[in-house]
Structure formats: C-alpha cells, structure tokens
C-alpha cells in the first residue's frame, strides 16, 4: 500500500465571532481511504497531541444524507463530479499534494466551528411550501392516479437532492435557486403536487429571499458541482412556474 | 415479574380494527392543551411528529442532526414491503404477516405483526400522495421487485433510493407542520435522559449542542424514535452519529431492554479493507434478485485470486460453487439475512474467500447481464444478435435497475462491477432487539413510548429485508398517533409540567455531572480508539456465531475495557462549547453498557434463532436449532445499577394462528 504525504491547509475558526485562518497541517493518508478517513487520522493525531480537532459534519458516508460540506482546493465537495466529499477517494490525491479545506460560505450559511456551518435556511425554505398538504390517513390508493414513468422519473432525478448546499456554496452570488428550483420541480412535475404548486412557488421564493440568498445570473456552476447531477433546466421551470403564479395571481386579484 | 403486552382480545385478524375503534381517544379542543416530546425525525420519528401535529396535539421534536432531513433513515436502499397483492401473485396481509413471523424465526408477537401487514398498504398510499417518486411501469402504475425469504414480489422501491425518498416525504409533512405551529422542532439537540416525575415520562434533558449548555423540555408523554445501536459494533452500515444513548439512558430509568442480542449481520457489504475504516457500506439486498454468490470450489483457487493470480472470470462455470443455490434450492440467492450471512461465513471459513483478508465472497451479475441482454434484443426484434450488443443492452437494464448501487461500488472500491463480480461479506447492518414495548408501542415506564428500529417490537430474531422502512412508517403514521390516545386520555386535567421543578433540576444536574466526569479524565486515550476495540470484542465474540465460551470471555473483556476507559480517556475541550468528541465520548460509555447486556442476552439464550446463532446450538447440517420449550419468550432486561447483574423479565410468546416450526428456505 503506498503511502502520501501530503499537506493540508484547513480553515479553522473557534466560533462565529472568530475572524478564522487557515492552518497548515502534514498528514500521512494512503489511496484506499477515503477523504473523511484522511481527515479522521489527522484528528486522532492532534486529539493524541492534545490539541483541539478539526470539527466537520458527516454522518452516513455514503453520498446520500447530505450531511458532509467542504470546499476542497476551491471546488464544494472536491474535484471529482457527481461525488459528495465523503465519497471522494484518495486515490485521487498525489503524494506531496497540498490540498485546501474551507467550509461552504454563503451569508445564509453562517459557520458553526471550523468546517461546520448553519444550515437550517434550507429547512425553512422548505418549511414555507415544500410540500403537499395531505395528512396520514388521508390518502386514496396509490395506484389510483396513473403517472408517466417518464414524468415520474423526471420528478425523480429532481426528488434527488440531498440538500448539501454545495449549490450555494458554488455560486458567485451564494444563490439557492438550484435546491429550490429542484423542491419545486419534484413537487410542480407530479399531479399530487400540482394543486399547490402556484402558492408554493410564491412561498418558497419568497422564503430564499428573506434567507439572504443571492440572485440567480445564469452562472451554472451549481450544475456543475452538485454531487446529485440536479439540472439548471429546474431553475428555468421554477421561473416559469413563478412568472405564472404571480400572472395568476394578478389576474385574479 | 411477567410482562403483559396488553394485546387485545378477539380474532387475530379483527384485533387492530375492534381495539381502534373502542381505544379512549382525546378530544379536539384538548389535544391542544398536551404536549408530546417526539426525539429522533427518521422515519418514525417524522412519521409520528408530524400525524401527531396533525391531530392538534402540541409536539416538541428533537434532533441531533442539523436538519430532521438527514435521520439515517435516509441511507435505506432497497425498498419497502407492502401488501398490496398488485401483481396478483397470491400476496396478502396474511401472507406477509406469516412471512414476518417465520422469518423473525418466531420470536416476535403475532398481534403486533399482523397490525403491522394490515396497515402496510395505506403507507404506499400516504407516501405517494406525499409525492414519493416510487418506481412506475410503462403504464404508470408502481413497479414491485422481491426481496429475501419470500416468494411474491411486494417491495415498492424508487430507484436505490427509497429511504431518502419515503424520509423526504415524511419531513415534508413535518415541515408543513412546523409551519403551522403544532410542532417545535429542535435541531442540533441531544436528548441525554428522560425526566421521571412520579414514576411517568414527563420531559427531557437536551443538550444543544451549537452552545452546549443543556436545557430542559417538559411534556405528557415522550416518545423515542432514535434508531438502533448496531454502532456498538464501531463497524457497521449505520450512519457514523447512530447511537444507543437515548434508549441507553431510558433504560437506565427502569425501562427495559428487550432481546438486546438479536442483531442482524447483511450478507452483502463491501469487505473490510483497512484498520484506519470508518464503516461499512452495504450492497442492497435487492441486488440478489440478480446477483449470484459464489466461491471457487477449489482452495487453490480461491488463494490464487487472493493472491492477485487469477481473476474472477478465469474460474471456469465448473469450479464455481454458487454456495447459496445449492445449499437452499427452493430460494436460492434470495434467503433471509441470517441464513445467507452464515453460508457465506461458513465459505469462508474453509479458506474459500476471495479478498486478501480471506473475508469475502463474489457476488455476480454476469447471468443477469445476460439474460436481460437477450430478453431486450428480443423485445427490440433484433433476432441473432452479436454477444456483444447482449452485454451491452443487458448492462442497461441493470444501470436501470440498480446503477447508483453499481456507481456506489465502483467509487468506493475502484472496480467495475458491470465486468467483475461484485465482492462482498456480511456485516452488521440492523438491531431487531430494543426498548421493550406493549401493543400500545409503550414501554413499561408509563408515558414512555417507543417507535421504529429503537423498539424490539415486530423482527423477532431476524429482520426480513424492507421490512425497517415499513415498520418505521407504520409506527409513525398509524399506530403510535391512535395508542397514545390511551394513555393520554387520562391526562386531559394534567397542566403542562413546569421544568422549574425539582425533577427537573435533579435530572440535569446528574446529566452535568456525567459530562463533567468524562471530561475530566483528561487520560491519554481517544474516544475512537475506546469505540474501536469494544467493537472488535464484540464482533469476535457476539457477531455472526457465538459460543457460551467466548461470550464469556468477552463479558470480562469488556467490562476491563470499560474501566480503562474511565481511567484514560482524553476528551478535548469543554462542556460549553460545541463540542463533537464530547458528544462521541458519551455515547461510547452508553455503548460500553450496552455491549454488556448484549453479551448477557446472548449467554442466556441457549439456543440458536435467527441472527443469534450459537455453535453448540445447531442442526447436523449446520442450520440454527431453536428450542421453542424453553425459549420462546422476549427477554426484557431490567437494569440494576452499576455493576450488578440485570434482572430477566420474560415475556412468553404464545401462537395461536400460526404454528412455529421449522424454519427451512431449502
Ligand atoms: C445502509 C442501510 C440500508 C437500509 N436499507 C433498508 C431498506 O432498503 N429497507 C428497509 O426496510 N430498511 C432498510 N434499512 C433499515 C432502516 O433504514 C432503518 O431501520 C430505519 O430507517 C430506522 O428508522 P428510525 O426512524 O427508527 O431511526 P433513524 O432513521 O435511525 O432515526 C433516528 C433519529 O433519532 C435521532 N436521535 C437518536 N438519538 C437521539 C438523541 N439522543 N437525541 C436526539 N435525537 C436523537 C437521530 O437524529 C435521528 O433523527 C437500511 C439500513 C441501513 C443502515
Ligand atoms: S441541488 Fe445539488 S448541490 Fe444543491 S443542495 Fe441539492 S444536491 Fe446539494
Ligand atoms: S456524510 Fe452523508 S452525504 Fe456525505
């Protein structure tokens, strides 16, 4: 097994109110471990020289909780697509690599410690409409409604996110519009969610904006570093779904 | 002292229906008035909270998680059983509820059981019209596959993802809830005991764990949905944070632990690789729809594979022993759990396997691959087609049917499993043992409720595969909302609780306290390091064979690894801040506790059932051999205090419908 010596440069800040800095850290890793592994050997070795490890959030490891968030050499979640960091495999790294660890910045995203950062902006998004309004027991038989498995497999890869942020994190302007756009397309695409996707498109965009997301401009780097492949085509029927609403609305009122 | 499960009278099969509807329930303008303390927002948790909100009670949920979204309820694969009979293959609530039953190996309780098959089929319902994205068919109705120890196919899937979809489901509703203000929802909070006042559950001590100070929460009842504690293994497919210390410290408030051994060991995970792992990965069971297990007959060959001489595809069909196919013809590749786990152990004992540590067995698309090859050129009208363009549409439908798995596979391990056997080897995956529970889903601490894998209530000593997510969601939405109208009906006249009170503060000043003693310590230890060994113990000795011997052994083993412990550990940092190894200290000395009562349970058993296999305890052909006579109760542990023994309580298991036998999947 051939071992890499490689030197971290890792962001470290004690608490909100810290300003933060990057420290510089050696550690031995070999290719078969993975990425959180790596940052594991180092914390053992700091706790058994006493000294206060390296906070990061993680939790199931397998690329689906959507728990773990890190900027790694610039890009969230690492160099490999389709990959979130906890999935992410040394035998990607060289030895001798320097290798930069920020946590996802966004003002919505206010940091926690070190790597950890506060994102309960997300859940309030959902909360303000990222659903459908049905209580248990209520429900008529699942196969009562007959949906396009095309349809269904649409709303499915939108269904896909994880809610990692690294949309956000990605983006110039630290906009949320890909997560969003990705609740609102899942719910918008299937009839059970139809009947509530004009109010809901208002709430939650609403809801992203008091949050202190940034606006959209077409970058599409959240395409691009999404670990779920989550399309920016969302974000265009989200705003579909939106300039409508508010028509409907007008209309109306 | 005998447990009373409070199963209700009257035929099996009107039991739920007549007890629902005669149960006292609580009145609307008064549901208002009672508080409920729902802590874990997995699926049961989330389930529960959010139908508990639903029916205007006034609900407190906590998480440690940063989000109720991320509940390890949302790492499950494969599916989740239902029976709905779409496929009209003879599929039924009874059928299911037999299944379940036999395949628990008879040691769960019939009425429970068959409450859970009979609700199954609304929870497709409640999930799709919450926009869960099953699996459809061209004619877009939901698409069913099988799973282990059954013979019709009533597993509803979406893609390799159907936890995450089923939990986004339920935290939506939670979420539409916490909206509309009947439920608080307290992320970043770590229940670390119960409050007791007058001998019923009346609140929590929470640690929030941005601040770390600890904070108080009173209600009429709590209900636990905090998951299973197959972490006390250190390895296992559980999410790192899963952890027994809710549950842990119930107990330690006179609730009991039930059947604590019975643990189920997955038979395809990817192998162990290295001492510096973090956990394990599991490959869905539904892969062995397709898949096919095997080792080389020959020793030679199994040590030139592990050796890097020869590659899987050298072994010619003929030195290939498709161990699982031959051994249990009638189900082949899709036996329950515990069987196929064992098989593969027992491959592998003979020096058969084929990975370098000598732990791992093939599992192989490549008939898949063919088959599903030939079968959509036909349907495309290509008549003759070149083997190539067969591989090559056979590998699409298996993207099709399991290509995150596959993807999950390659990044992990770095090969291709589309041109190579997958490798695989059993590993701790689910506990079916917990918090004892009536058929009210309460413990025998009154106003203590527990849903989901936390409680020991429907897998008896195996668990079938997709039978979690069902149960999880069945507690949820179905049945905990109705039971604990029973016993908080009595509770209309009763305020809310003041955390002023003397319980209260005697509650958390011991919980401070407990912290305090593990930070100072100031040892030379890391936590991991601790979590680490308890786990190999109990792998070694209390995993997928044990014998009276090593049991023994181990017991001794841990309970010196526990004192080192309280001896050396280092934890960094201070009670006030946030604090993560702080967090992982406490709940490796739950799991310290733990492990010992599992070790116990398994000493008493003398017998092998399901998951729990005890070497002395087998058939001639090396099947479990399960001795109804004695042991064909629950056993619920009583904690004592520190360093005494626990104290049995059993709770006999009596069949009326069904007659226990046999167990044979030959
Ligand atoms: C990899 C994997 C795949 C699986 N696949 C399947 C499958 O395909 N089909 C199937 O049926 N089953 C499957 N299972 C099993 C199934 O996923 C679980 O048994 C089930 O999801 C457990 O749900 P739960 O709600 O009981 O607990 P969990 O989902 O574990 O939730 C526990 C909750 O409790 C909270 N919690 C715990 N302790 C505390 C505390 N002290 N304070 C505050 N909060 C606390 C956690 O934050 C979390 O929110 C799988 C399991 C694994 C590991
Ligand atoms: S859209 Fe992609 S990057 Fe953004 S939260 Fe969802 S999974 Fe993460
Ligand atoms: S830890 Fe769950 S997605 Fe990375």
């Known amino acids: ?253 | 002292m005998m447990l009373d499960g409070k199963i209700p009278a009257g035929p099996l099969t009107e039991k739920w229906t007549q007890y629902k509807s005669t149960m006292p329930i609580v009145a609307p303008n008064n549901k208002r008035n009672i508080e409920v303390i729902v802590v874990g927002t997995g699926l049961a948790g989330a389930a529960a909270a959010a139908s508990l909100g639903e029916l205007g009670y006034a609900v407190k949920c906590f998480t440690f998680h940063d989000s109720p979204r991320r509940a390890h309820s949302i790492a499950a694969q494969g599916g989740i059983n239902a029976a709905k009979n779409y496929r009209n293959d003879g599929d039924s609530t009874w059928r299911l509820f037999y299944d379940t039953i036999k395949g628990g190996d008879y040691r769960a309780r019939e009425a429970n059981v068959y409450r859970l098959a009979e609700v199954s089929a609304s929870i497709i319902d409640q999930a799709v019209a919450q926009g869960v994205p099953f699996a459809r068919e061209y004619g877009g109705l939901l698409e069913n596959r099988s799973f282990g120890g059954v013979q019709v196919s009533r597993t509803f899937y979406a893609r390799g993802q159907t936890g995450q979809q089923l939990l986004i489901g339920a935290y939506q509703s939670l979420s539409r809830q916490i909206a509309l203000g009947s439920v608080e929802m307290h992320n970043r909070h770590e229940m670390l005991d119960v409050v007791l006042v007058d001998g019923k559950a009346r609140g929590i001590i929470a640690r929030n764990l941005v601040t770390g100070k600890l904070e108080r929460f009173g209600a009429h009842a709590v209900v636990l949905a905090t998951g299973g504690y197959g972490n006390v293994f250190y390895l296992s497919t559980n999410a790192m944070n899963c952890n027994v210390t809710a549950a842990w410290r119930a107990v330690r408030r006179g609730a009991y632990m039930a059947n604590p051994c019975f643990t189920q060991i997955h038979p395809t995970c990817i192998p162990q690789y290295g001492e510096y792992q973090s956990k394990l990965t599991l490959m869905s069971e539904s892969l062995r729809n397709d898949g096919r297990v095997w080792v080389p007959k020959k020793k030679e060959d199994a040590q030139a594979i592990r050796e890097g001489r020869k590659k899987a595809t050298d072994i010619a069909e003929t030195d290939r022993d498709y161990f699982l196919e031959r051994r249990y013809p009638a189900f082949g590749n899709l036996v329950p759990r515990d069987v196929a786990s064992r098989a593969a152990k027992v491959a592998c004992d003979e020096g058969l396997g084929i990975v370098p540590t000598g732990l791992g067995v093939f599992l192989d698309f490549a008939s898949a691959i063919e088959r599903y090859g030939k079968s959509k050129a036909n349907s495309m009208g290509l008549h003759n087609p070149e083997r190539p363009k067969i591989i090559e549409l056979g590998e699409e439908v298996v993207k099709e049917k399991y290509g995150n798995l596959f993807e999950m596979y390659e990044k992990i391990t770095g090969e291709d499993p589309y041109k190579m056997p997958m490798k695989i080897y059993p590993a701790v995956h689910y506990t079916m043992g917990g918090l004892w529970v009536d058929y009210n889903l309460e413990t025998n601490v009154p106003g203590l409720f527990a849903a989901g894998e936390c409680n020991f209530s429907d897998h008896g000593a195996n668990r079938l595969g997709a039978s979690a997510l069902m149960q999880g969601l069945a507690d949820g939405y179905f049945v905990l909302p109705y039971t604990i109208g029973t016993y908080l009906a009595n509770d209309i006249r009763t305020p809310k609780f003041d955390t002023n009170r003397e319980e209260f503060a005697a509650t958390e000043k011991e919980v401070r306290e407990r912290l305090d003693s593990l930070l100072g310590v100031q040892g030379t230890q890391s936590v991991e390091s601790f979590h680490r060994r308890l786990g190999k113990i109990m792998w070694d000795y209390c995993g997928m064979s044990r014998t009276a011997e090593g049991l023994t052994k181990a017991r001794t083993m841990i309970r010196e690894l526990r004192e080192a412990f309280y001896k050396d550990v280092f934890v960094p940092g201070s009670a006030n801040e946030f604090n993560p190894e702080l967090e992982k200290a406490h709940r490796v000395a739950d799991f310290l506790e733990m492990g010992e009562l599992m070790i116990l349970d398994a000493l008493n058993r003398n017998e092998s059932c399901g998951g729990h296999f005890r070497e002395e305890f087998q058939t001639p052909e090396g099947e479990a051999d399960r001795d109804d006579d004695n042991y064909a109760y629950v056993a619920a542990w009583e904690y004592k205090g520190w360093g005494e023994d626990p104290t049995l309580h059993k709770e006999p298991l009596i069949f009326n419908d069904v007659h226990p036998s046999k167990r044979s999947y030959k």
């Not at chain 1, 498109?201 to 670990?227: H, I, K, R, W, Y």
């Open chain 1, 1 to 253: 097994m051939q071992t890499m010596k490689l030197t971290l440069k890792i962001w470290r800040q004690s608490g909100p109110n810290d300003k933060g800095r990057l420290e510089t850290y050696p550690v031995e890793a070999n290719e078969h471990m993975s990425f959180l592994e790596m940052l594991d050997v180092l914390n053992e070795s700091l706790i058994n020289d006493r000294k206060t490890p390296v906070a990061f959030e993680h939790d199931c490891r397998e690329g689906i909780c959507g728990t773990c968030n890190m900027v790694i050499n610039g890009q969230p979640h690492g160099p490999m697509g389709g990959t979130t960091t906890c999935q992410l495999h040394m035998r990607h790294f060289k030895d001798g690599d320097t290798i930069v660890i920020e946590p996802f910045r966004a003002r919505a995203f206010p940091v926690i410690r070190d790597l950890v950062v506060d994102r309960e902006a997300f859940d309030r998004i959902i909360q303000a409409g990222g659903y459908v309004s049905v209580n248990a027991g209520q429900a008529q038989d699942a196969n009562a409604i007959p949906i396009e498995k095309e349809t269904a497999s649409r709303a499915f890869d939108a269904a896909a996110c994880i809610g990692c942020g690294a949309c956000v994190a990605a983006c110039p302007n630290a906009s949320a519009m890909l997560f969003v756009s990705a609740k609102i397309s899942h719910l918008a695409l299937l009839p059970q969610g139809k009947v509530e996707a004009k109010k809901r498109v208002q709430a939650m965009v609403n809801q992203m904006d008091l949050e202190g997301f940034g606006m959209c401009s077409n970058v599409t780097a959240c395409e691009a570093e999404c670990p779920k492949g989550i399309s920016v085509e969302n974000i265009a029927r989200m705003n579909r779904e939106y300039l409508s609403s508010t028509l409907g609305s007008e209309v109306q009122g």
